[in-house]
């Protein structure tokens, strides 16, 4: 079904339109409009739609005056307003205009693609409607070596050992990326970059294919084994990838390198929740505080990124008010500082679970988990699960590629 774009910052609406394009709705369904004569002419084209109408901040309302009209008229359309203010007011004037959601402004993409597939549900040509996405989340470091690739890894695990969730990591950190090592589980044999190159071939029996099993429930979507310039990968590929990945499995994990080029911008934008790892130093406070407002310039929800203290029982860092006074949202999440078990980790190549399951690391990452996810935390085990729990995973874990 047809989708109508119409709103005054370009920024909003490019992050919309990729956010619908990575939610599986094709580029022929979705129409920017520039003013009220070119929708009036869209519509009586294609009636069937919904108009997703930026307001940007709410002070200009004055749309709502010609929407009640358009509502009237074409009583298919559905209209979803969006607008960062959304006081009563606001909210009554929406109402009597003929919208039927308000969101904020940019919206947070999952709470649009879910309003658009409530308000006309999309279906697939054989009459199938659309798999609903997995959430995905995002790791990315205010600086470098602060831990992101620990805690996306880690996590990940947890959430497919403990939690139960069919789980994808992706390791976008394409030149550098380590995922696969903090994780052992053998070399991986495909990656991400030869997956984005696939162009209109790409399809979930070639995504799957190209996942390494770590675990019977945590796959990897690798990258290169060895530092590769990005040969020919656009952010519409990366999105393609992802977007499958989210169709067919419950959780999708990304660990980002720091460097912002247009395709760690492409995940950063789709991810519903995105996690800034930071420690309490000030460059990393201050680079943290410089990347969100990076990243809301680029049309990312404030709801969307999460400040995240790694560490954050490490002597002599910066008074938590003072952080928080400093970064445009308050620190979210709070992870211990284990130096010694993390360092065994990485010397060894194995998931902290398996490492040192008491980790305090591990207990703060089971309850980012559950508030992210909206999943009650899991029934601790007992030695004696751990040890059943552990020898039930070790054969997908020596599988090797
Ligand atoms: N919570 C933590 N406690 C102690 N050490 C940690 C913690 N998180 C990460 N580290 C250590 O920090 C180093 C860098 O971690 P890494 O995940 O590779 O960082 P990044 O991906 O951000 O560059 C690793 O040696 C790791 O052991
Ligand atoms: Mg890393």
Redo the contacts with the bound molecule.
Sequence with gaps: MRVYLMGSNPLHLNLIQSTLLAAGRSSQDIQTVTDLPALEAALATQAQAALVLDLGQGEDTSALAWLLEITRRWPALQVVLLSARRDEALLLQAIRSGAREVLDSPPEPADLVQTLERLMPETAPGGKPTAPLAPMLA?I?S???????????NLAWLLATEFGRDTVLADL?LLWG?ASF?LGGGQARHSLDQLAQQGPRLDNQLLQSSLHPVHARLHLLAAPSSPALLRGITPTALARVLTLARQRHQVLVL?LP?QLDELTLQALQLADKVFI?MRHRVPDVRNAQRLMQLLQAQGLASGQMLPLL??AD?PGGLDPVAIDKALPVPVAHR?????S???A??HLGVPLHEQAPGSP?LRDLRLLASQSLGMPLPRRMGWLGRWLGKSSVASPMSTQA
Excluded at 143 to 152: D, E, I, S, V, Y
Excluded at 335 to 339: F, K, L, W, Y
């Design positions: 790791f470091g600086k470098g070596g602060n831990g992101c690739t620990q805690l996306a890894s950190d380590d903090y660990d720091r790892v790694n560490r490490e992870v211990a500082n284990d130096p078990a993390l360092q980790c990485v690391v």
